[in-house]
């Protein structure tokens, strides 16, 4: 069993994160091997995603994120997309995330590894349903 972290440390949220599975998003299209790079610079968190098409190419997108409440980022990517992310659960190593947006609209099930055990991965989905997500549209990676 997965245990909660009490507050979310953002210097141990940066680094890499896979996507293991999401809510399909249109900004996601086509995409596989996800991932996550998050930085800390100045008095922001720098996010670099990229992703393989499935012709082979390497999409990017960049974005920046400001620190909002305990757990909720306020992220912007290209000059008209913005939303709440927010951190739904992360475990005390800071190994897996189960992230999301206040309206549930978008959902991932990040880990520092490109793949999890079947059993962890029930636990974050389990966490994610308590969370109010509807679970039944998550798409693995």
């Not at 992220?75 to 939303?83: K, R």
């Not at 109010?132 to 998550?138: F, M, P």
Request: hydrophobic share 40%; charged share 25%; proline share 3%.
């Amino acid at each position: 069993m997965l245990s909660k972290a009490r507050t979310i440390d953002l210097d141990k949220y940066l680094g890499k994160w896979y996507q293991i599975a999401a809510f399909p998003a249109w900004f996601q299209r086509g995409c596989d091997s996800t991932t996550a790079f998050y930085r800390k610079v100045n008095d922001y968190i720098s996010i670099f995603n990229t992703c393989r098409s499935k012709n082979g190419i390497k999409n990017t997108a960049f974005g920046a994120a400001k620190p909002f409440s305990r757990n909720v980022l306020k992220v912007q990517f290209f000059p008209l997309i913005s939303a709440d992310y927010t951190i739904e659960f992360v475990d005390e190593e800071y190994q897996h995330a189960v992230v999301g947006s206040g309206k549930k609209k978008y959902l991932w099930i990040l880990a520092r590894e490109k793949s999890i055990p079947c059993s962890v991965y029930d636990e974050l989905v389990k966490i994610a349903k308590k969370k109010g997500y509807d679970v039944k549209r998550l798409v693995k990676t």
